[in-house]
T-cell receptor, first 116, second 112 residues
């Protein structure tokens, strides 16, 4: 079974703090993704990575950065947390196109971040 | 510009009824159309997916209908059950790094 784990289920941070969200997958997936989920807005892609040290901006990268130093780990960084970054953050991973006939993404359980 | 539009936002169906959720896309480069199901407190999980070379795919009570010319696809849940109550997301991908564009989601409630 593919397993995607996220470091925290719930997190409360103060405005201006630097926040790290960690994601680890155990299935040797090349692709990893960070989304935020807000009611009525679906899943919005923040950043994704298709290889170690490789990253691309998604649809809403402002205020975020990412790090992928190892294949199994993808970190999301909020450099200076703001209240409008209060959200559910979901990590996902998938095999590369060359290793899979589908683009199925496997999601972690999410981190509910509250910035006060 | 929203590339995948999903409707309705919410849906209430009686047990045993048919649930229908619709999606429309704009990018003709999309070649993979999955539906994800999300229960409260969980991450989304793949339910069923289709490629544009077929017009329909069925897995148990779940069917995707795909209309390439209209750039639309829909999820049909036959004999809906209370356990189907969840949020459903359609998505579309062009294969670049496995990236998918998601619809806004539909909250389905199946009443017993």
């Amino acid at each position: 079974d593919v397993k995607v784990t996220q470091s925290s289920r719930y997190l409360v941070k103060r405005t201006g703090e630097k926040v790290f969200l960690e994601c680890v997958q155990d299935m040797d997936h090349e692709n990893m993704f960070w989304y935020r989920q807000d009611p009525g807005l679906g899943l919005r892609l923040i950043y994704f990575s298709y290889d170690v040290k490789m990253k691309e901006k998604g649809d809403i990268p402002e205020g975020y950065s990412v790090s992928r130093e190892k294949k199994e780990r993808f970190s999301l960084i909020l450099e200076s947390a703001s209240t409008n970054q209060t959200s559910m953050y979901l990590c996902a991973s998938s095999l590369s196109e060359g290793r899979s006939s589908s683009y199925e993404q496997y999601f972690g359980p999410g981190t509910r971040l509250t910035v006060t | 510009q929203q590339q995948v539009k999903q409707s309705p936002q919410s849906l209430i169906v009686q047990k045993g009824g048919i649930s229908i959720i619709n999606c429309a896309y704009e990018n003709t480069a999309f070649d993979y159309f999955p539906w994800y199901q999300q229960f409260p407190g969980k991450g989304p999980a793949l339910l069923i997916a289709i490629r544009p070379d077929v017009s329909e795919k069925k897995e148990g009570r779940f069917t995707i209908s795909f209309n390439k010319s209209a750039k639309q696809f829909s999820l049909h849940i036959m004999d809906s059950q209370p356990g189907d109550s969840a949020t459903y997301f359609c998505a579309a991908s062009d294969g670049h790094a496995g990236k998918s564009t998601f619809g806004d989601g539909t909250t389905l409630t199946v009443k017993p």
